[in-house]
């Protein structure tokens, strides 16, 4: 696996503005309180297929979808709801979505992960993976084009470093010099497959040589890790400067989805990682701080269970949608 | 053929023997799948799989469970996600001896390697005389809920391009006997498995692995009145209200063309010459599907025998919806197929 | 729509005024593309070209000459070798308000671009409501002796995937107004340019930059005996070979659909129901051609009408030859076409 | 450009088999004969299409296919007649496939660049780049499935180096350990696509941190540095320790085809080049070492051209092909 570039950010909390913290620390609590309800919807055989989570993603998610502007753009995969609902995604859309809910985003025309509102510059991708990355190439490019200074902040898995869509986009971004960020979410596994089979390469970082830019992994599970990298990145995207790779390094502590018992799984893993609980680790950090208290952590945990609560009585009680104008809008006027 | 590429594979040692899966005693379509793939690589060293999650993990659908054991890693290969990259990678040990067989995970991501199928694979035996003998299996088609990008029919994207062949079996019989052809055809080979059938469909009882031939259709329910062209899902449907019209006093012939390329033209023609009616049927959308492939042959091998025109069945030119309702709606329902059968019969 | 789509674009500054190239008194279908794209280049600055070697180079057949220099880096720009790539930093500078023309340097490379096309492209507006306007502009076709992976017809790659338009201009004039068109719609749309008409073609005056609306096709040849409905090079030779069997007392009407995706079923419809007989021509490959979607479709809509089956000219199936007396028995010849209209009108 | 990584392997003959460097000096200079009539012969309208020669490419082509053992695997370019005619292709065989001749190994069903002979271990490629790529680590990957000590070397363009088919094939090689060698042919231009364009990269080698392999770039003029490369690179793949890439850099001397003027080069670059042409250079040092010497100097050129006017003379004077069975052998029985 990939070791880390720099030690964890966490060491101090100097020069940070705890008001950002607290919220950073916010949406990654709702965001497990969220996924740990839909786990139950899908044990209780409320959703449509499987469901994907982002168990030990919220770090990486959160942490780099904090470092963009409301303006900028975001092309997020099936690990982020934490870099959605950073952007103001409601939770109970998102079940909407893995219910195929008339009031998912896609009004159950595409359903499950595929819930990204463009209104909130968030690109909704397909399954091809890592298909986003190229538009996010072109998102960016249409800021470039138009002399603004906005960024696109990409994700993709460890397992689709593989494919065309990540190198022809890395080829296009480094030499047209594109305000782009390439966040790797590397959790160790692609589906069953293990990273060595993945990459031969000692860091996934390092495939940042290939194109002439900065690569650097860090310690996915530290949320303040995460930003400072990805806050580097960005800024020099913003400045002008290009893209650059961020590795994060993490673990899938869940299935590929929650259909899959992931017995394929090195043990070893699961022990270290369940000692890196990302929330819990910020949390502590904040803590020790004092950044926050007992009683504010009890309220945002209790806050972020009252909010996924009742997201989920709202969407188990959506319409399912009405099939009459179902040939319509194939063609945009 | 140059001399290298005589089968020089040391005879493979099956590290444990017997099948890699036990068969229940009426095999599902799934089994079918693998005891074939089973079947074909204990008789040839030759042959291996290759894909996505196809080795500890048996693959996605778990067609290749039980082949790691049995195999070994070096014919039961996982991959990269990188479906360009290893479909050139069949094409190469395919023109050196070797028989590959590529597993695509979901056959929405066959798009990813459609330039090395349709520009590497398909037209290079005509080009050179070249064997390339790759089988590549897909798991295709919807009512499983899981959208535009996971729930697509690909036979449309392919069956225009010259040099491959399309096996879309509708039983686990068919599934079992035609894999096994299409492995030991020296041609690239698009062999679509219905993903919804794997675990509804069973073999009427044990399964022979006798290979059946490509491009020989089948008349699986014999009828007088209309004939209803079809294949892959269509065929058990077909099947199902072909039996229920006949309480109705509607024949069926009920013709699984079983492979689209080639296409066993005289079959289709004789059943439609016999009954003057014709309705063709198939889970992709209608425009440019197979369906007017075959309508449009029909109507000029058997014009003068046509009492009515030749209707096409397939889902509405939409993508696949992930909500049952939307779905349902895109994709054919047998009871509006029923009523198109019973309207064109009658007409 | 988001508000971020509303085009935010600063005015564009023309480096050079005038056109970006010189017109001849009768443009050829060359200089049609690229009139019309400079034209809406000028009209609307969201508007630019992304492919290989368009800049300095003016794009492998010309059409963008002169256009680096009259509208700079920013808008005419220069790729690596990456057909997946850019294709998808179209659609994602679409998404957020950007009209992306994008040219494939021949349309077999958009082989490499098949994945994003259907999934990333096509289906978007369906599954989102955003919207996704792209323009994909392919030299396609033989008679070059460019062999057979130079020379491919592609529309039945794509024919068949809800959500492209697909656009197949036959007359230098029809090739800037549908283009224009093209730009315009704000749906990704596949715009196929007969290359062995770049220069081989010319209009027979000025050239109108009137958008021409996708979705109608055109009687180019009236007639009363049979029916003709072809597109892009067939529409010339139709007319030809229309002229010619005129003089042999047989009237021939072609019908030029002009684009494939959306059909103008009506006007096919409303010939063959005058004529009863229809053939239905062009240089791709036969087999699921999208003459096989006109034929099954004609047949569905005109049954009654018909004295004859449709008939499907198409070239044969296999690839593209590149030596002369191959690639000749390959793609129709004139004299073919024209006995098989003799055949079907006097039958 | 790609800085060389080592010193031109030419300084010594020291150790190196003089009947060897007599029959690559033969090849390259058999390569340019037959092109410089190729080039004869497009001018003078007797080609279907246009003509792509390996003007400066020799030293490459030929150095890399010299490393081979004849049961080895090829997969060449456009650039590589000389790999052929190194492996026994006859010169008359190609001017046939560039005039669409029945005698051409397609039959002139194929025709131009597209000659290669599986009968001579060597991949007839389509015109997609660098589609054999992948195709090469397909038949590394029969050799290592069946026990074989045999090797394939792939080559590929600088432009091609951005492509989806680059990027999988070196990631499936390197994660399989297939014995493959990756030769790229830097001339600095992808037809009118300048270097910078393509990659942004210092070097086409550093491409190979991206998959954990080695990379090595080496002058592409001088034919022992290219051997000494690849050599090492065959000898790795052979003993079973995997792929590698091996850059070679060089000037595309004529235009990508001979229709095109390439009057987008820098003019500074041609200067640059002219003073290395990969004959030359290699024919000097072969007679400053004493393995050559002006009578045999002379002989081989003159072979050379009696060799290329016949094959001219021949491919001029063979049939065209007969259109009769063209509907045969879309598939094989
Ligand atoms: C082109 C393509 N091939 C295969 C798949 C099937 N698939 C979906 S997710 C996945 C694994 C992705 O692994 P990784 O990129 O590491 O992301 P993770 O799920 O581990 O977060 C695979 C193989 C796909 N979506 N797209
Ligand atoms: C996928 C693909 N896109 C575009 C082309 C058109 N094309 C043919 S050669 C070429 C340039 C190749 O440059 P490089 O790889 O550097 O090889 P060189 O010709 O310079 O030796 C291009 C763009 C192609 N053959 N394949
Ligand atoms: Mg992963
Ligand atoms: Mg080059």
Same mark, same amino acid.
């Given at each position: 696996?990939?070791?880390?570039?720099?030690?964890?950010?966490?060491?101090?909390?100097?020069?940070?503005?705890?008001?950002?913290?607290?919220?950073?620390?916010?949406?990654?609590?709702?965001?497990?309180?969220?996924?740990?309800?839909?786990?139950?919807?899908?044990?209780?055989?409320?959703?449509?297929?499987?469901?994907?989570?982002?168990?030990?993603?919220?770090?990486?998610?959160?942490?780099?979808?904090?470092?963009?502007?409301?303006?900028?753009?975001?092309?997020?995969?099936?690990?982020?709801?934490?870099?959605?609902?950073?952007?103001?995604?409601?939770?109970?859309?998102?079940?909407?979505?893995?219910?195929?809910?008339?009031?998912?985003?896609?009004?159950?025309?595409?359903?499950?992960?595929?819930?990204?509102?463009?209104?909130?510059?968030?690109?909704?991708?397909?399954?091809?993976?890592?298909?986003?990355?190229?538009?996010?190439?072109?998102?960016?490019?249409?800021?470039?084009?138009?002399?603004?200074?906005?960024?696109?902040?990409?994700?993709?898995?460890?397992?689709?470093?593989?494919?065309?869509?990540?190198?022809?986009?890395?080829?296009?971004?480094?030499?047209?010099?594109?305000?782009?960020?390439?966040?790797?979410?590397?959790?160790?596994?692609?589906?069953?497959?293990?990273?060595?089979?993945?990459?031969?390469?000692?860091?996934?970082?390092?495939?940042?040589?290939?194109?002439?830019?900065? !690569? #650097?992994?860090? &310690?996915? *599970?530290?949320?303040?890790?995460?930003? /400072? @990298?990805?806050?580097? =990145?960005? $800024?020099?995207? +913003?400045?002008?400067?290009?893209?650059?790779?961020?590795?994060?390094?993490?673990?899938?502590?869940?299935?590929?989805?929650?259909?899959?018992?992931?017995?394929?799984?090195?043990?070893?893993?699961?022990?270290?990682?369940?000692?890196?609980?990302?929330?819990?680790?910020?949390?502590?950090?904040?803590?020790?701080? !004092? #950044?926050?208290? &007992?009683? *504010?952590?009890?309220?945002?945990?209790? /806050? @972020?269970?009252?909010? =996924?609560? $009742?997201?989920? +009585?709202?969407?188990?009680?959506?319409?399912?949608?009405?099939?009459?104008?179902?040939?319509?809008?194939?063609?945009?006027? | 053929?140059?001399?290298?590429?005589?089968?020089?594979?040391?005879?493979?040692?099956?590290?444990?023997?017997?099948?890699?899966?036990?068969?229940?005693?009426?095999?599902?379509?799934?089994?079918?799948?693998?005891?074939?793939?089973?079947?074909?690589?204990?008789?040839?060293?030759?042959?291996?799989?290759?894909?996505?999650?196809?080795?500890?993990?048996?693959?996605?659908?778990?067609?290749?469970?039980?082949?790691?054991?049995?195999?070994?890693?070096?014919?039961?290969?996982?991959?990269?996600?990188?479906?360009?990259?290893?479909?050139?990678?069949?094409?190469?040990?395919?023109?050196?001896?070797?028989?590959?067989?590529?597993?695509?995970?979901?056959?929405?991501?066959?798009?990813?390697?459609?330039?090395?199928?349709?520009?590497?694979?398909?037209?290079?035996?005509?080009?050179?005389?070249?064997?390339?003998?790759?089988?590549?299996?897909?798991?295709?088609?919807?009512?499983?809920?899981?959208?535009?990008?996971?729930?697509?029919?690909?036979?449309?994207?392919?069956?225009?391009?010259?040099?491959?062949?399309?096996?879309?079996?509708?039983?686990?019989?068919?599934?079992?006997?035609?894999?096994?052809?299409?492995?030991?055809?020296?041609?690239?080979?698009?062999?679509?498995?219905?993903?919804?059938?794997?675990?509804?469909?069973?073999?009427?009882?044990?399964?022979?692995?006798?290979?059946?031939?490509?491009?020989?259709?089948?008349?699986?329910?014999?009828?007088?009145?209309?004939?209803?062209?079809?294949?892959?899902?269509?065929?058990?449907?077909?099947?199902?209200?072909?039996?229920?019209?006949?309480?109705?006093?509607?024949?069926?012939?009920?013709?699984?063309?079983?492979?689209?390329?080639?296409?066993?033209?005289?079959?289709?023609?004789?059943?439609?010459?016999?009954?003057?009616?014709?309705?063709?049927?198939?889970?992709?959308?209608?425009?440019?599907?197979?369906?007017?492939?075959?309508?449009?042959?029909?109507?000029?091998?058997?014009?003068?025998?046509?009492?009515?025109?030749?209707?096409?069945?397939?889902?509405?030119?939409?993508?696949?919806?992930?909500?049952?309702?939307?779905?349902?709606?895109?994709?054919?329902?047998?009871?509006?197929?029923?009523?198109?059968?019973?309207?064109?019969?009658?007409?």
């Amino acid at each position: 696996m990939s070791k880390t570039d720099k030690k964890a950010g966490s060491e101090t909390l100097e020069g940070r503005d705890p008001e950002l913290l607290r919220r950073v620390y916010e949406v990654m609590v709702l965001t497990r309180a969220v996924e740990d309800r839909m786990v139950a919807m899908y044990r209780g055989g409320d959703l449509l297929g499987s469901l994907y989570t982002g168990h030990w993603h919220e770090a990486i998610s959160v942490g780099a979808a904090s470092c963009l502007r409301p303006d900028d753009y975001m092309a997020p995969i099936h690990r982020d709801l934490g870099a959605h609902l950073w952007r103001g995604m409601e939770p109970w859309q998102v079940m909407a979505s893995f219910m195929g809910k008339a009031t998912s985003p896609t009004g159950g025309r595409d359903g499950t992960l595929h819930y990204g509102r463009l209104d909130l510059g968030i690109y909704n991708l397909p399954s091809h993976i890592p298909a986003n990355f190229p538009v996010a190439t072109g998102m960016a490019f249409a800021a470039k084009y138009r002399g603004e200074d906005k960024v696109c902040l990409a994700f993709c898995g460890d397992g689709s470093t593989s494919r065309a869509d990540f190198h022809e986009a890395l080829t296009l971004a480094s030499v047209q010099s594109l305000p782009n960020v390439f966040v790797i979410e590397n959790n160790q596994y692609a589906y069953s497959t293990p990273l060595r089979l993945t990459s031969h390469s000692a860091k996934l970082s390092d495939k940042a040589v290939a194109y002439g830019i900065p !690569g #650097v992994t860090v &310690d996915g *599970t530290d949320v303040l890790a995460v930003r /400072d @990298a990805v806050g580097e =990145a960005v $800024a020099r995207a +913003r400045a002008g400067d290009g893209p650059s790779i961020v590795e994060g390094v993490t673990m899938r502590m869940h299935g590929h989805a929650e259909h899959d018992p992931a017995d394929y799984v090195l043990k070893e893993l699961y022990e270290e990682y369940s000692k890196k609980d990302p929330v819990e680790l910020f949390e502590n950090v904040l803590l020790k701080g !004092g #950044v926050l208290d &007992d009683d *504010t952590v009890k309220k945002v945990r209790d /806050d @972020a269970r009252q909010l =996924a609560i $009742a997201a989920r +009585r709202k969407a188990l009680a959506d319409p399912m949608p009405e099939p009459s104008n179902i040939e319509e809008g194939v063609y945009a006027d | 053929m140059p001399t290298d590429t005589i089968p020089g594979t040391p005879p493979a040692p099956v590290l444990r023997s017997g099948p890699a899966q036990e068969l229940s005693a009426n095999p599902t379509y799934l089994e079918a799948v693998g005891a074939a793939l089973d079947h074909e690589m204990e008789r040839d060293p030759n042959v291996f799989i290759i894909g996505e999650d196809v080795g500890q993990f048996g693959g996605a659908f778990k067609v290749t469970k039980g082949f790691l054991d049995k195999y070994g890693p070096r014919r039961v290969v996982d991959t990269p996600i990188a479906e360009t990259g290893f479909t050139g990678l069949a094409a190469g040990a395919a023109l050196v001896g070797l028989r590959p067989v590529v597993e695509f995970q979901f056959a929405d991501f066959i798009s990813c390697a459609f330039d090395p199928i349709i520009n590497v694979l398909a037209r290079h035996h005509w080009r050179t005389g070249d064997p390339m003998p790759v089988t590549m299996r897909a798991p295709f088609g919807g009512r499983l809920r899981a959208g535009p990008t996971h729930s697509q029919s690909v036979e449309s994207y392919f069956a225009h391009v010259p040099g491959l062949k399309i096996v879309m079996p509708g039983t686990p019989e068919d599934a079992a006997g035609l894999l096994i052809s299409s492995i030991r055809d020296n041609n690239p080979t698009l062999y679509l498995e219905n993903k919804y059938l794997y675990r509804r469909l069973r073999a009427t009882g044990p399964l022979s692995m006798e290979p059946i031939p490509l491009g020989v259709a089948k008349v699986v329910h014999p009828g007088k009145d209309i004939t209803l062209v079809t294949y892959s899902a269509g065929v058990h449907q077909g099947v199902e209200i072909a039996q229920e019209l006949d309480k109705e006093g509607i024949s069926v012939e009920v013709v699984d063309v079983r492979t689209l390329v080639p296409l066993d033209v005289e079959t289709i023609v004789n059943s439609v010459k016999k009954t003057s009616r014709c309705v063709v049927l198939h889970e992709a959308a209608k425009r440019l599907g197979y369906g007017a492939e075959i309508a449009a042959t029909i109507q000029e091998e058997a014009f003068w025998h046509l009492d009515q025109p030749v209707v096409r069945i397939g889902a509405k030119n939409t993508p696949t919806a992930t909500s049952p309702p939307l779905e349902d709606a895109i994709i054919p329902q047998p009871a509006e197929i029923a009523e198109t059968l019973r309207k064109v019969a009658r007409a």
